[in-house]
């Protein structure tokens, strides 16, 4: 697949780097020539320099032929003027902005721009380092508004059926370490002594989820 990256700098440079190596025929634009040399040794791909919102530029770097975009530069505005002309204009359905004001990723991502709020998920891999014995959760989404969290199980939910802990829309059982084993968790399936229990939940019900594990959920 033909990806095009809009921005070299430390992310893009990776990305670029990643997705090369990873078999992909990638394209970098960046308006700054000196902005390639942060790209791997040996890199084969296209490098134009110009602007990822500019037509010219873009046809330069085969956006005709991409499956993919992504705009990942200093400037918010400009990585979802970017993302937007690629869906937009060209029809791209693989497009992510990277944006640096989670309020702003929240309000694009319902326009339908996939984006990656960088301030928020720094924070959180900041916290879980600077306080691990604190962390609620082990994931949280760029957004920072969905985690993947493990729970032992409670004693009141031993004997009964997993499903029972799920409250739709707010956090969901999705599988459960058993001696050692992961599974995906069924309908059906009932909850013994030692199982580890992963959810997904909305991150603001995470205090609820752990009120629902210890009263066993719903019998």
């Given at each position: 697949?033909?990806?095009v990256v809009v921005g070299c700098g430390r992310v893009g440079s990776e990305l670029a780097s990643a997705l090369e190596l990873g078999g992909h025929s990638v394209a970098v634009v960046d308006k700054n020539q000196r902005a390639f040399g942060r790209l791997h040794k040996g890199f084969s791909g296209r490098t134009v320099v110009g602007f990822g919102f500019d037509r010219d530029h873009l046809a330069q770097a085969g956006?005709?032929?991409?499956g993919a975009f992504a705009s990942v530069t200093n400037g918010d505005?400009?990585?979802?003027?970017?993302?937007?002309?690629a869906r937009e204009t060209y029809g791209i359905e693989c497009v992510v902005a990277r944006i640096y004001d989670p309020r702003r990723a929240l309000i694009y991502q319902r326009l339908g721009i996939p984006t990656v709020a960088t301030v928020a998920w720094t924070t959180d891999q900041v916290l879980r380092r600077l306080l691990p014995d604190e962390t609620s959760h082990d994931w949280i989404d760029s957004t920072g508004k969905v985690a993947l969290v493990e729970r032992p199980i409670s004693p009141a939910a031993v004997g009964h059926k997993l499903s029972l802990l799920n409250r739709p829309g707010r956090f969901w059982l999705t599988a459960v370490t058993r001696f050692?084993?992961?599974?995906?968790?069924?309908s059906d399936l009932v909850g013994q002594d030692g199982d580890v229990l992963v959810f997904v939940s909305a991150l603001d019900a995470l205090e609820e989820l752990q009120a629902n594990l210890d009263a066993g959920g719903e019998h």
């Amino acid at each position: 697949m033909h990806v095009v990256v809009v921005g070299c700098g430390r992310v893009g440079s990776e990305l670029a780097s990643a997705l090369e190596l990873g078999g992909h025929s990638v394209a970098v634009v960046d308006k700054n020539q000196r902005a390639f040399g942060r790209l791997h040794k040996g890199f084969s791909g296209r490098t134009v320099v110009g602007f990822g919102f500019d037509r010219d530029h873009l046809a330069q770097a085969g956006i005709d032929e991409a499956g993919a975009f992504a705009s990942v530069t200093n400037g918010d505005n400009s990585n979802i003027l970017c993302a937007r002309i690629a869906r937009e204009t060209y029809g791209i359905e693989c497009v992510v902005a990277r944006i640096y004001d989670p309020r702003r990723a929240l309000i694009y991502q319902r326009l339908g721009i996939p984006t990656v709020a960088t301030v928020a998920w720094t924070t959180d891999q900041v916290l879980r380092r600077l306080l691990p014995d604190e962390t609620s959760h082990d994931w949280i989404d760029s957004t920072g508004k969905v985690a993947l969290v493990e729970r032992p199980i409670s004693p009141a939910a031993v004997g009964h059926k997993l499903s029972l802990l799920n409250r739709p829309g707010r956090f969901w059982l999705t599988a459960v370490t058993r001696f050692g084993q992961a599974q995906v968790v069924t309908s059906d399936l009932v909850g013994q002594d030692g199982d580890v229990l992963v959810f997904v939940s909305a991150l603001d019900a995470l205090e609820e989820l752990q009120a629902n594990l210890d009263a066993g959920g719903e019998h």
